[in-house]
C-alpha cells in the first residue's frame, strides 16, 4: 500500500481527537503536508482565537505527516516545545 494523500486522509481519521476536531489533509507528498481544521464556535476560546491547543495539535500532527510523506508511513515524532521561547528554558 503506497502512502498517498488517500492513505494519509485514512490514517488521521484513526485518530479520535482529529475526527472530534474535523480535521483533514488536504495536501499530502513530496516531505510535505497540508493539514486544515474549519474554525468553529467550539474551537475558540473565551477571548473569541482558536484556542492554542487546537493550533498546537495543528502543528503537531502536521509535522508529524509531512515527516511521513518524507521518511515513509512508520514515521514517529517525539516531543515538540510549546513555550513562548520554542521551549528552551521557560519555567
Known amino acids: 500500500m503506497g502512502f498517498d494523500l488517500a492513505t494519509?486522509?485514512?490514517?488521521?481519521?484513526?485518530?479520535p481527537f482529529s475526527r472530534l476536531l474535523?480535521?483533514?489533509?488536504?495536501?499530502?507528498?513530496d516531505g510535505?503536508?497540508?493539514l486544515e481544521v474549519a474554525v468553529r464556535d467550539e474551537l475558540r476560546q473565551q477571548n473569541g482565537f482558536l484556542h492554542g491547543g487546537v493550533l498546537a495539535y495543528?502543528?503537531?500532527n502536521a509535522l508529524t505527516f509531512a515527516g511521513g510523506a518524507a521518511l515513509g508511513p512508520a514515521?514517529?515524532?517525539?516531543g515538540a516545545p510549546q513555550g513562548a521561547d520554542g521551549g528552551?528554558?521557560?519555567p
Do not use: E
Not at 474535523?22 to 507528498?29: C, D, E, M, P, Q
Open 88 to 90: 528552551a528554558g521557560a
Open 32 to 34: 510535505a503536508a497540508v
Open 75 to 78: 514515521v514517529l515524532t517525539a
Open 8 to 15: 494519509a486522509q485514512k490514517v488521521l481519521d484513526s485518530q
Open 58 to 60: 495543528a502543528a503537531d
Open 22 to 29: 474535523g480535521a483533514r489533509i488536504t495536501a499530502f507528498g
